[in-house]
């Protein structure tokens, strides 16, 4: 598995602290000291997200309403798939999170990030739950969307594959030999890659088509929310990575790199099944075939970020997304000075192409 000069520089702070401690990241145990700090990178990215709260409150989806009813009936299909994939997505995230992830990063720095990130995992379920309450006032609609991964065939393609690469380390106390902690690297990788990184990306892409139309502006604001939320979490996991890599080089061999992009050619194929029944024979603008090249398109940027070779050589086809970076970021600091009680300072970088 091979690795660029950026990823394999330490943090800052690290280097030291480092030389003082043998204890590495993944060391079972569960160190409680903050001081002297070992990882200080991970309390500035827990600094930085508090600056960045939001609230389901401000999210207004009144004008929605009137949108939903102006849509066709295959994008009103859309809109459901995606309204009932959002409620169960997040879910599996945060009990990756609670079962798994803060009981093997060993950090306390990590675990106060970890922690928030269950708080920004809630706000978003929350908001979820919000949008189908709004947008599907039908009782039995609801109900069948709570239970997608039971009855919504392409929701549950996604599920299994999350369990398939994530349930096998949620058993394990500790980590205690070096194919253990490979298996939890593949758990983390997914958990970044594959769900935060490129099924949470493809749905962010049907949003961002939608208002690109002018169409479900309540929708689209709280994605933004969302999608910064999603790429800090993605960042955050991409440098826990990084850390075991620097900390224990060995277990990135080339099995590991093959597993690896094996789960992302899985996962690309897992979501487009899913935009299969979203698109159907195809809507203007949007269909399968151009979903699929935007997927290889993110699935080789996970895998450059990993220190892997791109696999599939595809181009984004969405202008719409193109723009997303530094419009929305704009946007929200815009309405933030008026319209948020918690004060932000200095800035957000989303560093991630599309």
């Not at 058993?171 to 958990?191: G, H, P, V, W, Y």
């Not at 899985?266 to 603008?285: I, K, M, N, S, T």
């Not at 290889?296 to 181009?315: K, M």
């Amino acid at each position: 598995m091979t690795t660029t000069p950026e990823e394999t520089r330490p943090s800052a702070g690290h280097t030291a602290s480092a030389a003082s401690s043998q204890k590495n990241l993944l060391d079972p145990g569960f160190e409680l000291t903050l001081r002297p700090m070992r990882y200080p990178d991970f309390y500035d990215r827990y600094r930085d997200a508090i600056k960045n709260t939001w609230t389901v409150e401000e999210v207004d989806l009144h004008s929605d309403v009137a949108d939903l009813a102006k849509l066709s009936a295959g994008e009103q299909h859309m809109i459901g798939r995606l309204v009932a994939f959002f409620a169960t997505g997040d879910s599996i995230v945060a009990n990756n999170l609670v079962l798994t992830l803060y009981k093997h990063i060993n950090s306390p720095e990590a675990r106060l990030y970890l922690s928030r990130q269950l708080f920004e995992e809630a706000v978003h379920v929350q908001f979820y739950l919000t949008l189908l309450d709004t947008y599907l006032p039908d009782h039995d609609e609801r109900v069948e969307a709570f239970a997608a991964v039971e009855n919504i065939p392409s929701i549950r393609e996604k599920a299994q594959f999350c369990f398939k690469w994530m349930d096998s380390v949620e058993s394990m106390d500790r980590l205690e030999t070096k194919a253990d902690r490979r298996r939890f690297l593949l758990n983390l990788i997914c958990f970044a890659a594959c769900i935060e990184g490129l099924f949470f990306y493809g749905a962010f892409a049907y949003v961002y088509w939608f208002r690109s139309r002018g169409l479900l502006h309540g929708l689209a604001t709280g994605t933004n929310w969302v999608f910064r939320d999603e790429s800090c979490h993605m960042d955050f996991a991409f440098h826990v990575v990084d850390t075991v890599r620097q900390e224990e080089p060995e277990l990135f061999d080339e099995e590991l790199g093959r597993e690896v992009t094996d789960m992302l050619k899985e996962a690309v194929e897992a979501e487009l099944q899913f935009g299969r029944d979203l698109c159907g024979e195809g809507l203007p603008g949007m269909n399968t075939e151009s979903m699929r090249e935007y997927l290889q398109c993110v699935a080789d940027q996970r895998l450059v970020r990993l220190g892997l070779e791109p696999v599939f050589g595809s181009e984004n086809p969405f202008g719409f997304m193109e723009l997303q970076n530094v419009q929305e970021l704009t946007n929200f600091f815009e309405r933030r000075a008026s319209a948020y009680q918690v004060a932000v300072e200095g800035s957000v970088s989303f560093d991630d192409e599309f």
